[in-house]
Every structure is written in C-alpha cells, then in structure tokens.
C-alpha cells in the first residue's frame, strides 16, 4: 500500500512563501507521476503541477506560473513545492497525488496540508 504524506502548510500573509513536501512510501517502483493539486474553498479540485517521475519533466500550471515551482528528490521519492508571492488565492487544502504505470489516472492521494494565505 503506497502512502503520501504532505507536509509545510500553514498561515502566512500575503506576498509570503511556503515549502510542501509529499513523501512516497510502499511500493514506488512503478511511479509514473506524483503531482500538487488544490481545492479551494467553495471551489473544484484543480491541478497545479506535477512531475514524470522517469523523465524528470515538470509541468506547472499557466495559473502559479512564475511563483510556484517544483522540485524532487528521487532517491526520497519526494516532490516539493515552493510557492512565493502568495495571495489569499492561493488558500486551499493541497493534496499530493501518484499515477503509476498502467494505472488509469491517480491512484493514490494523500490527505493535505492546509495553506492560508491572509491579506
């Protein structure tokens, strides 16, 4: 059973910086990509970047682009992500998420850091 644990949420103020991390555990070896997503309140689950855990390539969406950006430590099987320039936009729970291969979408989430982002 793979497990994701997300860590670095917390309160900041506008135009501030936090570091998540997503830590994989169990059993990896077919990880396919571990991405960031976000729900806002009142809002849709939204997809805010991810990684291809073979290629190294990363994707971060037009939306935090710019200010977010995205980093791992393979040997770790962790996926970080530096967001700066927050704005109360930016307030959500941030759920980590795994696909692996020959799976069809994301197969395991974790259960989210809470980041708040105050004006």
């Known amino acids: 059973q793979v497990q994701l644990v997300e860590s670095g949420g917390g309160s900041v103020q506008t135009g501030g910086s936090l570091r998540l991390s997503c830590a994989a555990s169990?059993?990896?070896?077919?990880?396919?990509?571990m991405s960031w997503f976000r729900r806002a309140p009142g809002k849709e689950r939204e997809f805010v970047g991810g990684v291809r855990w073979a290629s190294g390539k990363i994707t971060v969406d037009d939306s935090v682009k710019g200010r977010f950006t995205m980093s791992r430590d393979n040997a770790k099987n962790t996926l970080f992500l530096q967001m700066n320039s927050l704005t109360p936009e930016d307030t959500g729970l941030y759920l980590c998420a795994v696909s692996f291969l020959g799976g069809t979408g994301y197969d395991y989430w974790g259960q989210g850091t809470q980041v708040t982002v105050s004006s």
């Open positions: 169990g059993p990896t070896y077919r990880l396919a990509a």
